[in-house]
C-alpha cells in the first residue's frame, strides 16, 4: 500500500518559517519525482516547487528565493523549507509523487498570522 504523510505544518507568524516533510512508503522512492502543491481556501490547487529524481528542481515565481526543496532518499523523505512566510502563503499543502503511477497525501495545514 502506497501512503504520502505530510507533517510539519501550524501557525507561524509572518517572516516565520516551517519545515514540511512527507514521508513515503510503498513505492521506490528514488525514481519519483516529487512535487509539492498547496490549496488556499476558495482557490485552485498551486503548484509550489518540484524536486526531480534527477536533482532538477523548480519553483513557482511567487515562492522562489524563499522555499527550498530537498530530499532523502534514503529516508524516503521530501522537505520544504519554508522561510519568509507571508499571509498569502497560509494554504494546506501536499506532496505529490509522479512515476510510474501518482500518488498524494493529505496535505498539511499552514497558517500564517499574527
Known amino acids: 500500500q502506497v501512503q504520502l504523510v505530510e507533517s510539519g505544518g501550524g501557525l507561524v507568524q509572518p517572516g516565520g518559517s516551517l519545515r514540511l516533510s512527507c514521508a513515503a512508503s510503498?513505492?521506490?522512492?528514488?525514481?519519483?519525482?516529487m512535487t509539492w502543491y498547496r490549496q488556499a481556501p476558495g482557490k485552485h490547487h498551486e503548484w509550489v516547487a518540484t524536486l526531480a529524481s534527477g536533482r532538477r528542481t523548480a519553483y513557482a515565481d511567487s515562492v522562489k528565493g524563499r522555499f527550498t526543496i530537498s530530499r532523502d532518499d534514503g529516508e524516503n523523505t521530501v522537505y520544504l523549507q519554508m522561510n519568509s512566510l507571508k499571509p498569502e502563503d497560509t494554504a494546506r499543502y501536499y506532496c505529490s509523487a509522479a512515476g510510474p503511477q501518482i500518488y498524494w497525501g493529505q496535505g498539511t495545514q499552514v497558517t500564517v498570522s499574527s
Open positions: 510503498g513505492i521506490i522512492f528514488s525514481i519519483y519525482d
